[in-house]
C-alpha cells in the first residue's frame, strides 16, 4: 500500500512539475506581447449625404492628388472646405491635404493639418483615420515611437465599427511595441539618406518642364525657349542640362539640341527660365519638347 501510494505521490509531482512547465513556457510566449485593454468599437457614424456639387468638386480634387499633383490637389481641398464647411465631406478633404503633404515629405505641415481633423470634426467618419495616419507618420516617417504609441491609443479609443482593419493594425503594433520600435529604430534615418541617393542619381525624375514658350530668332534658324524648373526632390540641383527635341509641322523628328543651364534649384522650388538660346535648329522646326537630362546633386 505504501509502495503504491509513493508511486501515486511520484506521478503527481511529474504531473505538476509538466503542467508548472507548460504554464511557464504558455507565460513566456504571452509575456511577448503587451496586453491592451481594448473598448468595444464604436456605432457607425451617419453622416449627411453629399450634394452632387459637392461630390462633383470633392472628385476633381481628388483626382488631381491621384494623379501625383499634390500641390494642386491640397489647393482644390482647402477650396472645397472654404466653400463647403459642413459637408460631410469636409473631414475627408481634411484628411487628404494632411496625406498630400505626407506624400511630399513635408511631415510638419501633415501633422498640423490630420490634427485638424481631430480638431474640427470630432466626431466624423474620418477621424480615426486621421489619427491612424498620424501615428504611421510618427512610427514609420520620423521614429517618434512615444508619440506614435499615443496616437495607436488615440486610434484605437476612437474607432468605428468601419475602422476595424486600421484599428486591428494599432493594437497589433502596441502589443508587439517592444520588438516594433526594435526593428525600426533608426529607420526614417535610413531611408533618408537611402532616397537622398536615389534622388541625386536620378536626377531627371526629379526635375520636370513646364509652362514652355517657343520662339524662332536669327531668321528663323535659332531656337529661343522660356520654360520653368521644377524641383520635387529633398536635395538641391544645379547645372542642369536639357534636351530639346524639334518637329516638323506633320510630325516629323527633325533633330535635338542640348544646353546647360548654370542655376541651382533648391529642392521643392521652382525656377523660371527666359529667352534661352538654343543655337542652331532645323529650319523647318515648327514645334518641340523640352525633357532634363541631368543635373548636379548637392
Known amino acids: 500500500m505504501k509502495t503504491i501510494n509513493y508511486f501515486i505521490t511520484f506521478g503527481v509531482i511529474l504531473h505538476f512539475l509538466a503542467c508548472n512547465k507548460i504554464n511557464n ?16 468599437l464604436k456605432p457607425k457614424i451617419i453622416e449627411p449625404k453629399a450634394s452632387d456639387k459637392e461630390n462633383e468638386i470633392y472628385k476633381e480634387a481628388y483626382e488631381l492628388w491621384w494623379n501625383g499633383m499634390f500641390q494642386e490637389g491640397i489647393n482644390s481641398f482647402n477650396k472645397f ?7 460631410s465631406l469636409a473631414d475627408d478633404a481634411q484628411r487628404m491635404i494632411g496625406t498630400a503633404y505626407g506624400n511630399m515629405e513635408n511631415y510638419p505641415k501633415a501633422i498640423e493639418e490630420y490634427e485638424k481633423v481631430k480638431i474640427n470634426y470630432p466626431d466624423a467618419n474620418s477621424t480615426a483615420g486621421a ?18 504609441k ?4 488615440e486610434t484605437i479609443n476612437t474607432a468605428t465599427v468601419d475602422d476595424k482593419e486600421i484599428r486591428d493594425i494599432a493594437i497589433e503594433q502596441l502589443e508587439n511595441w517592444t520588438e516594433q520600435t526594435k526593428e525600426y529604430k533608426g529607420y526614417a534615418e535610413k531611408s533618408k539618406v537611402y532616397e537622398n541617393e536615389r534622388q541625386a542619381n536620378n536626377p531627371s525624375k526629379y526635375l520636370s518642364i513646364s509652362e514652355t514658350t517657343y520662339n524662332k530668332g536669327g531668321f528663323g534658324a535659332v531656337g529661343i ?11 538641391s540641383y544645379k547645372d542642369i542640362t536639357i534636351r530639346v527635341n524639334y518637329f516638323s509641322e506633320t510630325g516629323t523628328f527633325l533633330g535635338r539640341s ?10 521643392k522650388a521652382t525656377i523660371n527660365i527666359s529667352e534661352l538660346n538654343m543655337g542652331l535648329i532645323p529650319i523647318d522646326a515648327n514645334n ?3 525633357n532634363v537630362v541631368t543635373a548636379i546633386a548637392e
Open 150 to 153: 499615443y496616437y495607436y491609443e
Open 258 to 267: 542640348f544646353r546647360t543651364v548654370y542655376k541651382q534649384i533648391p529642392s
Open 25 to 40: 513556457e504558455e507565460t513566456k510566449k504571452t509575456n511577448t506581447k503587451n496586453q491592451i485593454e481594448v473598448l468595444p
Open 225 to 235: 525657349h522660356s520654360f520653368s524648373i521644377q524641383n520635387k526632390a529633398n536635395i
Open 131 to 148: 489619427l491612424y495616419d498620424l501615428a504611421h507618420l510618427y512610427f514609420f516617417n520620423i521614429n517618434d515611437f512615444s508619440k506614435a
Open 288 to 290: 518641340c519638347t523640352i
Open 81 to 87: 472646405i472654404q466653400l463647403y464647411p459642413k459637408s
